[in-house]
């Protein structure tokens, strides 16, 4: 690369939050490279994608061109009570969630990206360093300098370990499972679990379902016992045992709400983004929309012409005045969510009043805040089931 192609920007990750940042910059005619050496891929997430995140993302993709399921229901499941397993289905708005392969998705934000104007180097970060003119990223055969820089590489993000720190184990979850290859289903099935806290899930994607269970990463179990599980609700479930079963496993953040608040996203020019920004809701472990969100800020503050501190505080403001201040209030209801007597409670009011049952959808498609769950819940005609239901988580 010589310096008259030098770029501005150099983000490190193509996922979506690094490819819809490198794309915001690329339209706003900002020089930008993305470092990555292994996207567009499929993962082992769920692949949900809600309505919100593919409208935010709608000037540069075509939906239509997204293969993907449209889900109608998310069906809440309860096998620990006495007798037979009980169960509730909460119908969804046609535009609340989709479910996609993320091969196809990341795909198509990459080459959005490209064709902006970015430019892509498949080679892995190795290191990145800061210079007094901006950052090297280090790969095994370039340096690539830039003024600014974007980490949108993931839990385990290197721009994170060598501009901040490392998640600690406490703040990270275990997503793991199977892709029940073959096998599908109508709806996303999921179940609270209490030993480890967590949940269950069952998401049927483009040719499989994605079956899988999520816990944190200290809580005293390994990936191997968790899939062990996921294996045992297969078969509990239903869910088509005898299809072809792939594990995965990988880690999210899942932070507490002093986590979020005191939660490192920038620094003197340079922004962390999506997961290696800790952002995801902790609850439900839904990170898209919130990778895509910090990214478009990311690619404004990169783009300033302010110092490089006034930026960098600027991101960090906006990410917890629109982001992070909302997960802080998820994070403190997160324990009580996975309790045994909550998991009850909640079939409980999703089967005897619709109110709930719209609160709940909103939830999923991410149009509910959780710092107005609990005035939400309370203004439903179900006063009592309400005040159970939040005395309980």
């Known amino acids: 690369m010589n310096m008259a192609q030098t770029p501005e920007v150099v983000v490190v990750g193509a996922g979506p939050a690094g490819s819809w940042a490198a794309f915001r910059l690329a339209r706003a005619g900002i020089r930008v490279v993305l470092v990555d050496g292994s996207h567009p891929r499929e993962k082992p997430c769920g692949g949900g994608v809600t309505g919100r995140a593919l409208a935010l993302v709608d000037g540069a993709i075509n939906a239509a061109q997204l293969p993907s399921r449209r889900i109608t229901a998310a069906r ?40 902006a104007g970015a430019e892509l180097i498949r080679a892995r970060a190795l290191d990145v360093t800061s210079t007094a003119g901006g950052f090297v990223v280090h790969t095994g055969e370039s340096r690539i300098a830039a003024q600014r820089l974007i980490g949108a590489d993931g839990a385990n993000s290197l721009v994170r370990r060598r501009l901040a720190r490392p998640f600690p184990r406490a703040d990270l979850s275990i997503a793991t499972g199977f892709f029940a290859q073959g096998a599908t289903s109508g709806d996303v099935i999921v179940e609270l679990a209490a030993d480890p ?129 909302d997960l802080a209030v998820a994070a403190k209801y997160k324990t009580g969510f996975f309790r045994p007597h909550f998991a009850r409670l909640l079939i409980d009011a999703l089967r005897e009043s619709a109110e709930v049952r719209a609160i709940m959808a909103d939830l999923i498609a991410g149009r509910r805040a959780y710092t107005t769950l609990k005035w939400s819940l309370l203004g439903t005609g179900e006063f009592g089931l309400a005040w159970r239901l939040l005395t309980s988580a």
Do not use: K, N
Not at 225 to 236: E, N
């Open 197 to 325: 806290p967590g949940y269950m899930w069952s998401v049927p994607r483009p040719g499989h379902l994605a079956v899988g269970i999520c816990a944190q990463a200290d809580a005293g179990v390994t990936a191997s016992d968790l899939r062990g599980r996921a294996r045992r609700w297969i078969y509990q479930m239903g869910l088509d045992p005898g299809a072809r079963l792939e594990p995965y496993s990988w880690p999210i953040p899942s932070l507490t709400a002093d986590g979020y608040r005191s939660l490192t996203v920038s620094g003197p020019g340079w922004f962390l983004t999506g997961d290696a920004a800790g952002l995801v809701d902790p609850i439900t472990r839904e990170g898209i929309y919130f990778a895509l969100r910090s990214a478009e800020f990311a690619a404004q503050a990169s783009a300033s012409a302010v110092a490089p501190e006034q930026a960098s505080r600027v991101y960090r403001e906006r990410v917890h005045d629109e982001i992070t201040s």
């Open 76 to 115: 809440f499941v309860d096998t620990t009570s006495d007798g037979r397993p009980q169960s509730i289905a909460v119908p969804l708005d046609d535009d609340a969630l989709v479910v996609a392969s993320r091969m196809e998705f990341d795909g198509l934000l990459l080459a959005a990206a490209c064709q």
